[in-house]
């Protein structure tokens, strides 16, 4: 152990770090409501555990109510801005987030609200401290039920995190981790933004609304199968999949089933999901693979990549194509009976160039949003646990 440090019952910590308990920290822990309100009313946000997503909280679906059972509920936990709220109940449970809504709201019991003792604690700090790795192990550790798991009051008293004594230093490590909050968040906005203004261009240029400069003419429409050919993978054995193989295995069309030493298609090739789940869903392969018995190929005599974008386009159709209950699948008659709109090959070049180039600025995007991901969970763990000590 390092000179300055201590073995403590939350691992090694500053020297002049303590170790406290929420009980310690807050002058209030109390959730919300035990008698669901009856639905009506347009007076208050009725927040439940759906609203505390992971730092933030999520209106984008939230409920109000009235008035007259707001006050009741209101006496009971009087959430004010600045307050902490922690998912006690359900698949949310350990998800927190800064309550910065300067207004009364009812809460359900799903939800816990935490008051600090803001002179000596900072709420933010801990908030960081619940949503790291640690604290979401501590929160695991402490969770009862089988079909419902659960966080008592008593068990969120007694939560202990590693804390700095001066505020000072708490706020600064909140600081720097909202700051590549507000990083992260802007990203998702501008990717999410992205992906908006591409589904519009998919929705103009793939189907003649809007027509690319120096382009005319009337487009072709066909049938999938007068263009072109659809197979069926094969199935792998279990004894053929290997841990670390060369090549992913996509036995339908959204995450490799495994991997394996050989492959059966080259990479450029469309894939739609046979069957499963997944069924009908359209990918674009860039990197050799097997292509199992649950995943069909497509293979045009039209421009490839503007076949995918058409394709992709039109997944919710093929999707509906689907048939049975239990394991739903695409048969492959339907799938050739699909109709098809294409311009001259020179336009499907242009139009899949303008897509392609949206879709690389997309996934630059998403590899950076990813990439101020990993330093968040790596300040995280340095910072909340007092390695990384800040000026």
Avoid at 231 to 259: A, C, E, H, R, W
Avoid at 293 to 322: D, P, Q, S, W
């Amino acid at each position: 152990m390092k000179p300055g440090y201590k073995m403590t019952e939350v691992g090694v910590i500053p020297e002049d770090w303590n170790v406290v308990s929420l009980n310690d920290v807050c002058i209030k822990i109390q959730d919300g409501t035990h008698f669901s309100p009856k639905p009506g009313g347009n007076d208050y946000y009725y927040i439940t555990s759906k609203n505390i997503a992971i730092g933030h909280l999520d209106l984008s679906d939230v409920s109000r109510i009235d008035a007259l059972q707001h006050r009741n509920i209101y006496k009971r936990c009087d959430v004010k801005v600045g307050d902490l709220l922690l998912t006690k109940d359900g698949v949310n449970t350990g998800n927190a987030a800064m309550n910065d809504l300067d207004e009364e709201f009812s809460l359900l019991s799903s939800v816990a609200m935490l008051r600090f003792h803001i002179s000596i604690y900072h709420p933010q700090y801990f908030m960081y401290q619940i949503l790291s790795d640690l604290g979401q192990n501590r929160i695991r550790g402490l969770m009862s039920g089988n079909a419902i798991t659960r966080l008592t009051l008593e068990k969120i008293r007694l939560l202990r995190f590693p804390s700095p004594t001066s505020l000072d230093e708490q706020r600064c490590i909140s600081g720097l981790l909202s700051n590549i909050d507000s990083l992260i968040t802007s990203l998702e906005k501008l990717i999410g933004k992205k992906k908006l203004i591409k589904q519009g261009a998919m929705q103009e240029l793939l189907t003649g609304k809007k027509r690319l400069p120096g382009f005319s003419g009337k487009w072709e429409t066909k049938r999938l199968g007068d263009i072109a050919s659809i197979t069926k993978g094969v199935q792998l054995n279990v004894s053929d999949f290997t841990n670390n193989g060369v090549y992913p295995v996509m036995n339908g069309g959204i995450l490799p089933s495994g991997s394996t030493d050989s492959f059966n298609t080259k990479s450029g090739s469309i894939i739609i999901s046979e069957g499963g789940n997944s069924c009908g869903y359209v990918n674009y392969m860039t990197e050799d693979f097997w292509r199992g018995g649950h995943c069909y190929e497509v293979v045009a005599n039209i421009e490839k990549l503007f076949t995918y974008h058409v394709l992709k386009y039109n997944e919710r159709g093929i999707m509906n194509l689907r048939v049975g209950s239990g394991l739903p699948n695409i048969q492959k008659k339907r799938l050739l009976d699909l109709c098809v709109s294409y311009p001259n090959t020179d336009e499907q070049k242009a139009i899949s160039d303008v897509l392609e180039s949206m879709d690389s600025e997309i996934k630059a995007l998403t590899q950076q949003l990813s990439k101020y991901r990993l330093i968040k969970e790596g300040m995280m763990q340095e910072l909340l646990t007092g390695r990384i000590r800040l000026i």
